[in-house]
């Protein structure tokens, strides 16, 4: 793992979990498998502080355990698992697109705890969306389950692994930690709850209806009230199908830009259909036969049988090779390759930050040595119709860079300059490997100016914070116009200026960070795709 990525894991942990598990994920993260006193006394915390850190790790599914051959438990860090943190946003988003508010806010509760159950889940949702309603409305729990329901069979939410149920004897000591177990049969089957009720609305009047503090009531409830129906049964997000719909969107958009919106609508139907089929790491889809798309089209698209076949011939012809014809039968079978378009997604990635950095001449150069594979110089400047001058300066300059390596091939085993050919060419996957690096770095930056900014303007916000609060009680308890214009006043116009140019100025760090994150998302495809292919 290199420095930019334990930097960006580092500032990521700081951010959403505080300072003691920051020290404790980083040091795992830099040393590897550690045992608990190793860890503790490396990061000069206290043994409980440290346990408590390693429980919200473990917890949110950042930190494994294993149980060495002497029976000591070492922790080992999920360094990709922490760098998922930076997606958290878009996975929230697609929720909401997918299946609304309620989605949204069960991936964003689970995203929060790293795992839940179901009940506490449907709970929390509905008290979460019935504050946002108007007076007299509530959420029904039936409604939040169903959404549940469907991310589950979707594969968006899975369950969690279990310890499994084993006798106790009085003979056997437990082992010194759980060995966690997954069934795959029951990975995305719901237990069946009968959840019946409304969410409900905090009120600030709690304490005086009933008399006694809130805490000291809901101690007396928690102890009252029996396990939840499905306890044991935890559930956490499916950040792997989260990325094969990324990839699909992807795939689609490439296909509308390339083609048509008919084109790209075909090949969404065939990943539609294959998404719960094929695995997330396969290089092909399942084959689909050209009568099951055509059924599987949405209704509003009326295209005729012979159409579809036209069509898929066109994609399964087009040098992309997106599709693919894998037999004759039912009409002809189809695949989607995935290995070659995430290439091309990867390649046209490339491509455009070459251009961006060198300018489209050097661009041009780039994609014809991504299309010729070796090139000498001289190739290159008759093949781009770019003067000696211009292609020799172009190519030394994205070679200094690393975006073009060197080939030698000796005519004689004495390598002599005068004997030997000098060709041209683009190592894609090491190129793409150094971009992620620099892609991380960026992100690390990004993250250190918002803090910075923040910082910056700490005594401001907090100033704003409480006249927002002021503002709020003053509204509720009915206070009058001019008691509020009054309040306002207290944030001058040069504060309320440098709020606003804060304000935006962290949107476009946010902004920034999201569309790294695209780029990170396309390259890290591209290269486990490439090393996983036979």
């Known amino acids: 793992m290199s420095q930019a990525e334990m930097k960006l894991c580092s500032l990521l942990l700081r951010e959403h979990f505080g300072d003691i598990v920051e020290k404790v994920g980083t040091y795992l993260v830099r040393t ?6 190793g860890i503790a006394t490396s990061t000069g915390l206290l043994l409980g502080q440290v346990k408590k850190g390693l429980c919200v790790l473990i917890h949110h599914n950042l930190v494994s355990h294993q149980v060495q051959k002497r029976g000591a438990v070492e922790y080992e860090a999920r360094c990709r698992r922490v760098l998922r943190i930076l997606r958290y946003p878009r996975y929230i988003y697609t929720a909401k697109t997918l299946y609304g508010d309620t989605g949204e806010l069960i991936v964003e509760e689970l995203l929060l705890n790293g795992k839940m159950l179901m009940s506490s889940v449907v709970k929390k949702v509905a008290d979460r969306l019935t504050e946002t309603m108007e007076d007299g409305k509530t959420m029904d729990y039936t409604d939040v389950s169903s959404t549940f329901v469907r991310l589950a069979d979707t594969h968006f939410v899975q369950r969690c692994p279990s310890v499994p149920e084993a006798p106790e004897t009085p003979e056997v000591p437990p082992p010194p930690a759980p060995t966690l177990v997954s069934n795959e049969k029951d990975m995305y089957v719901v237990p069946r709850l009968n959840l019946v009720g409304k969410g409900k609305r905090r009120r600030s009047c709690d304490e005086e209806e009933s008399g006694e503090p809130r805490a000291k009531r809901q101690k007396q409830e928690g102890e009252s009230t029996e396990p939840p129906p499905d306890d044991g049964i935890y559930w956490q997000v499916n950040i792997d199908r989260f990325h094969q719909h990324f990839r699909d969107q992807g795939i689609v958009s490439a296909v509308a830009n390339r083609m048509d919106q008919t084109s790209s609508e075909i090949v969404r139907t065939m990943l539609r259909m294959s998404e719960v089929t094929t695995s997330s790491s396969a290089p092909y889809t399942q084959p689909l036969s050209s009568n099951e798309i055509f059924r599987s089209l949405p209704a509003g698209y009326n295209i005729v049988k012979q159409v579809l076949d036209q069509y898929l011939t066109l994609l399964a012809d087009d040098p992309l090779e997106f599709v693919g014809k894998s037999g004759d039968s039912g009409g002809g079978m189809y695949t989607v390759n995935l290995h070659k378009a995430l290439a091309s997604l990867a390649t046209a990635t490339l491509e455009s930050i070459v251009e961006e950095r060198f300018g489209s001449r ?54 002599a300059p005068s004997r030997t050919f ?29 803090q910075y900014e923040t910082k910056e303007n700490k005594r401001l916000l907090e100033k704003s914070q409480r006249v927002e609060a002021i503002l709020a009680s003053m509204q509720a308890t009915g206070a009058e116009e001019a008691q509020l214009q009054e309040i306002e006043e207290m944030i001058t116009a040069p504060e309320r200026q440098q709020l606003e140019n804060l304000k935006r100025n962290v949107n476009k760090i946010d902004a920034s960070e999201n569309q790294v994150d695209e780029t990170i998302f396309v390259l890290e495809s591209f290269i486990e795709s490439t090393i996983r292919k036979p």
């Open 32 to 37: 590897g498998p550690q045992p608990l006193r």
């Open 362 to 415: 050097c661009a041009r150069i780039f994609r014809l040595l991504l299309r010729k594979k070796h090139l000498e110089q001289k190739q290159v400047e008759d093949f781009a119709m770019i003067p000696a001058k211009e292609a020799k300066d172009m190519l030394y300059k994205m070679l200094s860079e690393n975006f073009v390596s060197l080939q030698e091939i000796p005519k004689t085993p004495d390598h």
């Open 422 to 450: 000098y060709l041209y060419t683009v190592n894609v996957l090491a190129l793409a490997r150094m971009l992620l690096h620099r892609c991380y770095k960026s992100v690390a930056n990004l993250m250190e100016r918002r």
